[in-house]
């Protein structure tokens, strides 16, 4: 098959769903009175040139097959990368061992059968990229180029690397659902050193999609990185105060990545969150809507279906700052006595609707305030909606950026800036799953000297 001859692949997709249904049956053979197997194979490459030399140069090629057994109530899992007869048997023999001796879990069990996918539309996400490490290190060192271009003061790189890799993975279960899936994810990336006398700063820019069509342009990556580094020269801490603070947007994801996790089927039966029996309720400004789409075509977070073979839906996830669902596997739906949103393995893509202009227009409204370009370290608190981060970036003065700043501590909570959302950029990355603008809260305190 094309997937097969284009990628490298040592199987094609018919071999693997071959896999997937002797492993069923022999689950079934043996006892089991539900089973699920995912077969996958990845191949791929990456490089990296440092000061126009080639540092590392790596290949990749991955297999594995996971099966998931139960005798009623009771569960077992193990995984294999052989892919013989005598292994399959044995990977399954030792699945079901295990559920020999786990207790029984009356949540546990597959993916409700009437809440699988039927349908399998071309999500157009498998793009392989017939690069040489010869082109892949041609292109590395013409980002790290047009970085040091930039200016003098672009003193060092710590890499500039290009990567390429691709994926064939088939899903099934004894309910009888089949579901293959091929996908792609290509990148380049450049991190740059600025120097000024004794003071050294540090920025990258990367670019990734599906397809290498969808890519940068490798000089227009290095360009950034440099711009970025360059600009972070002669960074001062900021007096300690409450400020309006401006997410740009590769920060304001990081805002939905805790979402995500605050709402998750896991956090949720578990109590470990500071959004729970939020359903239903405003977590957010009024200004908020928030849309999960599977189904973009190319995008990093496509699919028809889930971890578990439920099929994936498009759906208004906030409304209006209203949380209208959760993000919830089979398993924890049961556990929250609801279904599954076919959510196991994660969200879809995230689309949230901006309320104003772009970069610029984000920083005229922010006025006078902090925008952040960088957040350092783990404070958040799930349970609690505590944040408390290092955060670099500029300090904004009349909608116009006066200096860097740096060592800084931004902090809040989470409740509290997800109601304090007061606009939302244009200016949105495409680089993600998390499709978002910049995004101004009212007011954060911003520790300094």
Known sequence: MSENSASGFSYSEAQLIDLVEQTLQIAKQNGATAAEAEVSEGVGQGVTVRLDEVETIEYNRDKGITVTVYQGQRKGHASTSDFSPQALRDTVEAALAIARHTAEDDCAGLADPDRLAREFPDLDVFHPWALSTDEAVELARRAERAARAVDG????TEAATVSSQAGLSVYGNSHGFIGPSATTRHS?????????????????WYTTARSP????????????????????????????GTYPVLFDPSMSAGLLTHLVSAISGGSLFRKATFLLDSLGTRVFSPLVNIVEDPFIPRALASSAFDGEGVATQRRQLVENGVINGYFLASYSARKLGMVSTGNSGGCHNLLVQPTAGDGADMRKRLGTGLLV?????????????DYSRGAAGFWVENGEIAYPVEEITIAGNLREMYQHIVAIGSDIEMRGSKRVGSVLIERMTVAGD
């Open 213 to 240: 069509q969808d890519l940068e342009a490798a000089e227009s990556v290095g360009r950034r990185a440099g711009e970025r580094a360059l600009a972070r020269l002669g960074a001062r801490r900021l007096k300690t």
């Open 373 to 385: 370009t960088e957040l350092l370290g783990q404070g958040v608190n799930g349970v609690t909606g």
């Open 153 to 156: 003061r672009i003193s060092n």
């Open 188 to 204: 380049v990336s450049c991190v740059v050193i600025a120097q000024q006398g004794d003071a050294m700063q540090r920025d990258y």
